[in-house]
C-alpha cells in the first residue's frame, strides 16, 4: 500500500506487516510518519514527532 506524502506529493510505501504506530518515511523527501492503522484496517500518515535533545535544560 502507498500514500501520498503531504510535503512533496511523493509516495510513502506501507508495508503489509506495519503496525499501528510504525514510523514509515516517503522514499522522495524522507519526511517521517508514524502509520495510524484502526480496527478495519484504514491506514493515516500522521507527522512523525521528533524527539529533540534538552540538553540538560
Known amino acids: 500500500m502507498e500514500l501520498q506524502c503531504e510535503q512533496c506529493g ?5 508495508p503489509e506487516d506495519a503496525v ?3 514510523i514509515v518515511a516517503c ?3 524522507g519526511v517521517e ?3 495510524i492503522i484502526d480496527k478495519q484496517g484504514t491506514v493515516e500518515l500522521k507527522s512523525a514527532e521528533s524527539v529533540g535533545e534538552d540538553w540538560g535544560e
Open 10 to 14: 511523493g509516495q510513502v510505501k506501507i
Open 20 to 22: 499501528s504506530g510504525e
Open 27 to 29: 522514499k522522495d523527501c
Open 33 to 35: 510518519y508514524e502509520a
